[in-house]
């Protein structure tokens, strides 16, 4: 009986253990989902006042320098990239207006010919996730480093027409791939598509405003 006994309070003390191992293991579980979801909830908060900052951005220079090293910032990237079709010129003609920096400037492209055009509508109105590609990608990094594994492009589309690409680049290869996130990404793109559209539209508006009415020569 004694032996029936001890084996019983060995098997309660295990039995015990083990509970208390069950509950160790469901209370780190459970920390680390708050603790993912406080810093989810922080992100979204840098997340939204990046969004109202690219709405109040005064100058296309100081837009450019949100999405760029904003995002760059906010998400932990490698590399952000902004390639705009640009046959007018009128962008970088607004550029040199605002005197932008150069740091900025080796982050922008801008497509001009008809090839380099067909090339940035190439890309479709849907974002793109996966490995980087020379061939295929090197054009929107240009001469930036380091060189990204993976990659998100991110047309900026207006009216079922792509007029640039916002593109994100990770060193890591596991971080862009497949339609994972494509979501939330796809989120990123209309607001700065807006901005971008918005202050070209203020350009023009500018340049409008420098020609004489009667005589249609640029004011001095």
Partial sequence: MQDASADGDAGGRAG???LLSENRRLLNELKALTENARENEEKLKRFQDLELDLVSAETLADLFDLLVFGYKELFGLDAVTLSLADPEYEVQRALEADDIDLKLRRHLGFATTRQELAELNAFGITPHLGPFSPSRHQWLFGDVEPSPASVAVLP???????????TLGSTDAQRFHGGDGTDFLQRLTPLA???VVSHINRQRAREKNLIDAVTGLKNR
């Fill in 193 to 195: 598509t807006n901005c």
């Fill in 156 to 166: 900026l589309v207006r009216h079922s027409a792509t007029i640039g690409v916002l």
């Fill in 16 to 18: 015990d253990e083990d």
